[in-house]
């Protein structure tokens, strides 16, 4: 533990686990400042830190942890040693940290996955408003056709006529009706501004819903029929988060825990080409899928889908079912999104020649028909790239010669604990995923050859 590089700790954003053990007043006093200022650290505060430590480092055994920490000199006050209600409370506190993904293997596996669907459809966006005028309202609401649905432009959030009906129940405008009361004022009539909306000439109207990267917000309609059809673009371009001046510094774990999973350098290259272009061309599909192949787990591919998770935040199916292709089942998890990630996938079985089939097109398709579980089907611009895991040589039913599927066997030797540790005490900060998305921002796209190369 005391040998680890200490996950943020190696950035500078968190106190070495040395200065935790030892209670190096003068490091901790710059993480745990206290309030009253009559110590130099909130012991407490760095108690905790180190609680944090020792779970990973046990695996959340909470007699271990407490005989761990019971020997560190910051433990040694009387708070710690003589206090078995605190030291519970420290301890507890620590295992059931939604922040300890990482320790028993299956239940951190199991974690970790629940967390990156939620992070991968976590697009953010502006609140609904509880009142809008009919100005509002001609600015940022578009009628739909089919459907007859309602989308607030600001936020992309889509409702149908009932449902909009409720949601702008609040906004009420009052008309002038024409006639005066006894007292010679004008009669005003309270109307809802919805329905004043809906009539107005002057609204913005389409035929069908869209998400077209890169397209303009009023679109062709991929479905087009006839002479035509209008559509509003659902796409959100991905936010650019601003990168510390050590960007370099955080930038170093990703580009190194790449050259771990996929250790020959030309597929490697290769393979950063291809996220670049997820970032740098969103509108493009290359036309092609990763699959890695391991013969062993724990060596850190989940962690990697877990950083792309974050960097593409919003615009991810993490552990999506490949289901969704090979069977053409319900695939509303796949609308909206840049890259999807499988966490095992092995298919095949008395459907393996159909499933091939299935997944070629699929792979390749220039739109994709959405059909979601809940909610109406509309059509989008295909552009989901796909990085699938195995354990498993045939995981997946292609021939050998299809250029669609790149295949790149990953190490059987995982790296040590320490290096996990770093990368899992570094995953959730935004600023590692700010920084991967500039790193690989950084690359620029030559046309030409259709691949992308570094400057």
Not at 196 to 208: C, E, G, H, K, M
Not at 311 to 335: C, E, H, P, Q, T
Not at 337 to 359: C, H, M, P, Y
Request: glycine content about 6%; charged content about 25%; proline content about 6%.
């Amino acid at each position: 533990m005391l040998a680890s590089k200490g996950g943020l700790a190696a950035l500078g954003v968190a106190p070495p686990i040395t200065a935790l053990w030892n209670g190096d007043a003068v490091e901790l006093g710059k993480f745990f400042p206290d309030d009253s200022g009559k110590r130099p650290f909130d012991n407490s505060a760095a108690e905790q830190a180190l609680s944090h430590a020792a779970a990973f480092f046990t695996g959340c055994n909470p007699a271990r942890m407490e005989r761990l920490m019971s020997r560190a000199p910051l433990c040694q006050r009387d708070k710690w040693q003589k206090r078995g209600d605190y030291r519970a409370r420290t301890i507890a506190a620590a295992i059931a940290d939604p922040n300890r993904k990482y320790l028993d293997s299956k239940w951190r596996r199991e974690q970790r996955l629940a967390a990156d669907i939620v992070i991968g459809d976590d697009l953010p966006t502006p609140p609904l408003p509880t009142f809008m005028t009919l100005d509002d309202m001609r600015r940022d609401l578009v009628h739909v056709g089919f459907g007859s649905q309602i989308v607030h432009r600001p936020s992309k959030t889509i409702r149908s006529k009932e449902d909009a009906a409720s949601e702008y129940a609040a906004s009420v405008t009052e008309l002038d009706t024409g006639k005066l009361d006894k007292d010679g004022n004008p009669v005003m009539k309270r109307h809802q501004t919805l329905e004043l909306w809906r009539r107005d000439a002057s609204r913005t109207s389409v035929d069908v819903l869209t998400w077209q990267p890169e397209r303009p917000e009023i679109s062709h309609a991929l479905e087009m029929t006839g002479a035509g059809q209008r559509a509003y673009n659902l796409w959100i371009p991905p936010r650019l988060l601003a990168a510390p001046p050590n960007w370099q510094d955080w930038a170093k774990p990703f580009i190194d825990h790449v050259a771990y999973l996929v250790p020959i350098e030309s597929e490697r290259t290769r393979f950063l080409q291809w996220l670049a272009h997820i970032l740098q061309r969103p509108g493009e599909l290359p036309h092609t899928c990763y699959l890695m192949i391991a013969t062993r787990t724990g060596i850190g591919r989940g962690t990697f889908a877990s950083i792309l998770t974050e960097v593409l935040r919003g615009y991810v199916a993490a552990n999506a079912d490949v289901g969704m292709l090979l069977d053409k089942s319900f695939n509303g998890r796949l609308a909206g999104k840049l890259l999807a990630t499988v966490d095992e996938i092995r298919e095949g079985g008395s459907q393996r020649w159909q499933q091939q089939e299935n997944f070629k097109s699929a792979v390749v398709e220039e739109v994709r028909h959405i059909n979601p579980k809940f909610g109406r089907q509309h059509v989008e611009r295909n552009c989901c790239r796909w990085l699938l895991f195995s354990n498993h040589l045939d995981a997946l039913p292609f021939d050998n010669d299809d250029r669609r599927v790149i295949v790149i066997e990953n190490p059987t030797v995982p790296a040590q604990d320490a290096w996990f540790e770093y990368l899992h005490g570094i995953i959730d900060n935004p600023t590692l995923s700010a920084v991967c998305s500039i790193t690989l921002r950084r690359w620029t796209y030559r046309r030409s050859s259709r691949a992308i190369v570094r400057p």
